[in-house]
């Protein structure tokens, strides 16, 4: 059974700095896509950055530049570095993997304040 343990989110100031990681076990991250979601309170969740099989990362508008995901595949970890944060940043965080995503984490808050 596949399972996803996210961990790092918190409360910082804006402009600041947090990593966000997501602990695989089951499969290794490496044969499937990858992607970190966000979802604010009172709002859809959306999709932060997304990793493909072949590699190649794509990151949500709002994020780009700031963001930036990698995967450790010896240790089945994913990461998310997230610069520069912005109010509008605050929400839970969730990995998940597969295309579309078949298993989640349970997610880590991030609040980002003024």
């Known amino acids: 059974q596949v399972q996803l343990v996210e961990s790092g989110g918190g409360s910082v100031q804006a402009g600041e700095s947090l990593k966000l990681s997501c602990a695989a076990s089951?499969?290794?991250?490496?044969?499937?896509?990858t992607g970190w979601y966000r979802q604010a309170p009172g709002k859809e969740r959306e999709l932060v950055a997304y990793?493909?099989?072949?590699?190649?990362?794509d990151y949500a508008d709002s994020v780009r530049g700031r963001f930036t995901m990698t995967r450790a595949n010896a240790k089945n970890m994913l990461y998310l570095q997230m610069n520069n944060l912005k109010p509008e940043d605050t929400a839970m965080y969730y990995c998940?993997?597969?295309?579309?995503?078949?298993?989640w984490g349970q997610g880590t808050q991030v609040t980002v304040s003024s």
């Open positions: 089951g499969t290794p991250f490496s044969i499937e896509p």
């Open positions: 990793r493909r099989s072949s590699g190649s990362t």
């Open positions: 998940a993997r597969g295309d579309p995503p078949h298993s």
